[in-house]
């Protein structure tokens, strides 16, 4: 059975909780020998992604993105932090903040690999093809 990334992330999180500093080269040297032995090590930069969200989670974090089509006011900034926090339980969310003219208006949301898409072009979109039906 193949190992995923997410799984080899959560395994390198564990591992390294508690843990002094000064053993953490040891456990990312071994955690690096266990990919070669295992032929993973091309697979590294998804392990890491991985374990960069899971690591902030366990911080009680996480990152989204949120695409709009105009300047973000702090007021939709933080409904949308509100909606996360509730959804997910985490406490902060690191923002990555998008304007994109080409989604006409709305917002499209992005967090955990899941896609919360409320922007104009989408909703015509869809119009378009409940009327090609």
Known sequence: MKITA???SLGLLEAIQGKPEKDLKSIVTRFVDLLITNRDQHRLADILVAFNEAYDRAQGE???TLVTARPL????KEI?????GHKTGVKKINWNIVEDQNILGGAILRYEGRV????????????KEQINQ
């Not at 006011?73 to 939709?76: G, I, Q």
């Not at 919360?116 to 119009?127: I, P, Y």
């Open 62 to 64: 996480m990152g989204a």
């Open 73 to 76: 006011s702090a007021e939709v």
């Open 80 to 84: 949308a932090a509100k909606y996360l």
């Open 6 to 8: 997410s799984q080899y």
């Open 116 to 127: 919360l898409d409320a922007s104009l072009r989408e909703r015509l979109r869809q119009l």
